[in-house]
């Protein structure tokens, strides 16, 4: 049974960081690119910030040169730093799993982690 669980999220203040973990189990996390999406309220899920198996990276232009992804394929888990948080990143953050071309599978979804950035 393949498993995300996210962990990490709370109350920051602005200018404030958090590091959001995506613990995985149960897929072959090397074959896998891992994302962070986020939805606030009212607004669609967007892609923050994702990292290939390779350790390719992009993100988002709201989050970039704030944010870093990473990912430790010995524990099979990935990270994101959100460094200066601002108010308009509140959101629920989502890890994602999405199967490289090379290999069969199905992308998968964590439950989520609330992030509230007020003063």
């Known amino acids: 049974q393949v498993q995300l669980v996210e962990s990490g999220g709370g109350l920051v203040q602005p200018g404030g960081s958090l590091r959001l973990s995506c613990a995985t189990s149960g897929l072959f996390f090397r074959g896998y690119t891992m994302g962070w999406y986020r939805q606030a309220p009212g607004k669609e899920r967007e892609l923050v910030a994702r990292i290939t198996s390779g350790g390719g990276t992009n993100y988002a232009d709201s989050v970039r040169g704030r944010f870093t992804v990473s990912r430790d394929n010995a524990e099979n888990t990935a990270y994101l730093q959100m460094n200066n948080l601002k108010p308009e990143d509140t959101a629920v953050y989502y890890c994602?799993?999405?199967?490289?071309?090379?290999?069969?599978?199905?992308?998968?979804w964590g439950q989520g982690t609330q992030v509230t950035v007020s003063s």
């Open positions: 994602n799993a999405r199967p490289n071309p090379s290999i069969a599978g199905q992308e998968y």
